[in-house]
Structures are given as structure tokens and as C-alpha cells.
T-cell receptor, first 115, second 112 residues
């Protein structure tokens, strides 16, 4: 299993500002992902964080809005840039070993409110 | 990714079995069937997965139809802690790797 922590756990931000969310895992993992969960909705994959290279973004998400870093196998950051109220969501980090039969573990999430 | 269809919500009474259905009529031969659940104010957690045969673990059982076009997650004795959104997800090992594509899931309410 993997234990994942996220910082901050929640934040309230003003529109036009940026927030960086950190994800720390207690062991080295192959795959790290960032998801968004808008109020009352299901999870949507934003991107796969690749160690040592640019993240792989899903359709509808771009690097300028959601820059991602992954400097090593246990840590990643997601920045939500130039925020608007529509960015108010829970942002979740998840990890897995990469095999399709393996469990994917999720962090507790970061609850972001943009005013 | 192949699509899954689940009821929006279900109710159960505590200590009774719960059968959560999932339809996946367009499933391919390389799709694994995964179930995750999300407790209130938490990230999703793994429940169970299978390919063709029925599966049991300490949390639940997974019954897979012979044609694989549907499956059922079985909680043998529901507790209040089992109240959550349950997601049925197909993962194609040939194309999607570790990616999870979440549908809307089933909101399970457990009555005391």
C-alpha cells in the first residue's frame, strides 16, 4: 500500500491568483496522477505526472493552466493558475505501480474555493 | 475506454446484503473490471477487481456475468461505514495503463 499526503488540505483564494498543491508519497511509485472533483460530481483526470519530463494532459486541460512538476518518484506538485470561481473543486493526487491490475491509491484531496 | 452504467442511487439496511449492479455491454476482452468507492470527504479507495471469474476479498465479492457484459458488487453485510459512492470502472491494460476513468457511480445509503 501507499500513504499519500497533500498540502494544503484546503484553501480559499482570490480570483486571478495561483495555488500550488503538493503531493507526497511514502514510497517510490511509478505512476502519479492528478484528478479534479467539482462540487457534486465525479472525478476527472487532469494529467499524468511524469518524472523528469513534461506531464501528459487529458483533453480539456492545458499546461499553462495546470502546470505540474514531478522532480522524483515520491513527490509532485500541481499549480492551479490564474484562478476563477470555476476552479473551485477538490484536487486529488493518486499513485500506482503502473500495472493495470494494481490498486491505485488516492490522497485525501485539497479542497479549493476561489472567491 | 468502454462505458459503464450504474444506478444513480441505492438504499440498504444495516447488516443486510447489498448488490450493486454495473452494465458494461461494450467491454472488450482486455478490460479489467474494477470497483472503487469514495467515502464522504475522502479520496476513492480500491474495493475489488476481476477479469472473467468471480472474485472475493475481505471487503466484498465481485460477480461477473458469463458474457462479461455486466457485473455485480456484493457487500455481504452492509454497515453504516459502507455508505459511499461506488464506482465501476473498466481498465484496458493494452491502452489505458493505470488511468482510471470515473463515471457517475452509485450513491449507496445504509439505513440503521
Amino acid at each position: 500500500s501507499a500513504v499519500i499526503s497533500q498540502k494544503p488540505s484546503r484553501d480559499i483564494c482570490q480570483r486571478g491568483t495561483s495555488l500550488t498543491i503538493q503531493c507526497q508519497v511514502d514510497s517510490q511509485v511509478t505512476m502519479m496522477f492528478w484528478y479534479r472533483q467539482q462540487p457534486g460530481q465525479s472525478l476527472t483526470l487532469i494529467a499524468t505526472a511524469n518524472q523528469g519530463s513534461e506531464a501528459t494532459y487529458e483533453s480539456g486541460f492545458v499546461i499553462d493552466k495546470f502546470p505540474i512538476s514531478r522532480p522524483n518518484l515520491t513527490f509532485s506538485t500541481l499549480t492551479v493558475s490564474n484562478m476563477s470561481p470555476e476552479d473551485s473543486s477538490i484536487y486529488l493526487c493518486s499513485v500506482s505501480s503502473g500495472r493495470v491490475t494494481d490498486t491505485q491509491y488516492f490522497g485525501p484531496g485539497t479542497r479549493l474555493t476561489v472567491l | 475506454d468502454a462505458k459503464t452504467t450504474q444506478p444513480n442511487s441505492m438504499e440498504s439496511n444495516e447488516e443486510e446484503p447489498v448488490h450493486l449492479p454495473c452494465n458494461h455491454s461494450t467491454i472488450s476482452g482486455t478490460d479489467y473490471i474494477h470497483w472503487y468507492r469514495q467515502l464522504p470527504s475522502q479520496g476513492p479507495e480500491y474495493v475489488i477487481h476481476g477479469l472473467t471469474s468471480n472474485v472475493n476479498n475481505r471487503m466484498a465479492s465481485l460477480a461477473i456475468a458469463e458474457d462479461r457484459k455486466s457485473s455485480t458488487l456484493i457487500l455481504h453485510r452492509a454497515t453504516l461505514r459502507d455508505a459511499a459512492v461506488y464506482y465501476c470502472i473498466l481498465r484496458d491494460w493494452k491502452t489505458s495503463g493505470s488511468r482510471l476513468t470515473f463515471g457517475e457511480g452509485t450513491q449507496l445509503t445504509v439505513n440503521p
